[in-house]
C-alpha cells in the first residue's frame, strides 16, 4: 500500500460509446494539463492517469481506453492520437446497418481490430501477447466490463488486470487473458464486433447489461481489495462519450467521505437496480419483443434473435449511462462523484470519418470552453490535487519502471 488509511481514493469509470472515446480522451487530456498546472510534477516529467487514479474502469471502448492508460501507462494524449491514428482502419466497412440487420454479419472485421490492438500493445510495452496480470499488482488497478453472451447479457463480469481482488463471483480473470483480449471482450458490442470466442465462452460488451457506465462497479470493486480497505473514497470521476447536460451537486467536507463498500458486488448492483425506473422500462420493452413468434422466425437464420439483441443493446445503452448518472447523483457518494460528457454529442459510434472526427473535436472542445466544462475540469484537478499531495507527503509517489510489473517509488 503506497500510502496511509488516511488517503481517500481516486476513481475513474470511463463510458462505452464507439469512436466517441475519443471526446472522453479530449476531456482526459485536459483534466491532466489543469492538474499538471496547478500541480507541478518534477522537472522533466508529467503526471499520468495512472499516478492519479488508484483504479480506472470502462465499458467497450472505455474498456479499451482503461487498458492504455491503467494497464498500458499512456498517457492522455498519447492514447488519444491512438485513437485518431487507428479509428478510421477499426472502423471501415462496406456494410451498412440495413445489410446487418438483414444478415446479421457484424459490421466490423474482429480479426483487424484484435492485431491492431495488439501492434498498440507491443509497441508501448513491447511485449508480445501482454498478460492481463502483470507479474506483480501495478499501483493502479485496472478493471474492464464484459458479459456472456450465453446469459443474454443480464449481467456485467470483470477482467482484472490485478491479481488481488477477492471477488468469485465476477472474477473472469485466469492465467491466459491477455490485454488484447480483454479489449475484444469488453469491445465486442453486438452488430459492431463478432463476440470474443475464448477459453470456451463467448464474450461480448456488457452495454446490453446497463453498465454501459461503470460507475458502481467502480465502487463495488474498490471494496474487494484488500489494500484499499479501510480507505475513504475522495474523488469518483465519470467520464461519458457524449449524454444530456448534467448538473454539479455541491460538494461536502471532507469528513463526509464515505469508506469502500463491503458484501457482493452483484448485490451492490442489484440493489441499485431494483430502485431505477429505467432498468424496469428495460425489462417491460424487451419482454414485449421476447414474446414475438419466436418459432416462426428462427427458421429465418436467427434474424429475430439478432434483431431482439440489437434492440436489447440499443436500450441497455441508453438507459444505462443516465440511470447510473442519476443514480450517483442521488446516492451516498454524490458529495465525491463528478461526471463529465459533451452535451449534445449524438454521433453514430462507429463514425470515424474525418468529418466525424471534427464535430467530436469540436463539441467537446466547445463544452471545455464553457463555464460548466471549466468548472467541472477546475474542481476535479483540484481534488484530485489534494489527494495526491497527501499520497506525495509521505514521500512514497508512484513511478513505475516497466509495465512488466515493476514498479519502484520514489
Known sequence: ????KDTPLALLSLDGGGFRGLSSLIILERLMLEFNAIYPPPPGQQWMPYQVFDLIIGTSTGGLIALLLGRAGMSATEAKDTYLKVGPDIFTTDQTEYDWFLSGVPMFDSGRYEKIVEKIIFDKLK???????PSENLFCRTTVTT?????NGNRALLLRAHSDSTDNQGNLVAGNWTITKAALATSAAPTFFSPLDFNNRQYTDAGAACDNNPTLLAIAE??????????KIGCILSVGTGDNPGFDLP?????????????????YDEAVLSETEPVASLAS??????????????AKNGWLQHVKDLIKYILGYATGSARVDFTMRMGEYRNVYHRMSTPGLTLKMYDASPAAIETITTMTELYLQSPTGVAAI???AQVLKT???????????????TFGGKIKFV
Open 127 to 133: 511485449i508480445a501477447n501482454a498478460p492481463l496480470i
Open 1 to 4: 500500500m503506497p500510502w496511509n
Open 222 to 231: 474498490a471494496g474487494y481489495i484488500p489494500s484499499f480497505s479501510g480507505n
Open 378 to 380: 477546475q474542481k476535479a
Open 387 to 401: 489527494r495526491l499531495q497527501q499520497v506525495n507527503s509521505a514521500g512514497r509517489l508512484p513511478n513505475y519502471e
Open 285 to 298: 420493452v424487451f419482454h414485449e419483443v421476447d414474446s414475438w413468434n419466436v418459432q416462426a422466425q428462427e
Open 147 to 151: 458479459t456472456l453472451k450465453d446469459q
Open 251 to 267: 460538494s461536502a467536507p471532507p469528513n463526509h467521505l464515505l469508506p469502500v463498500p463491503t458484501g457482493s458486488l452483484q448485490s
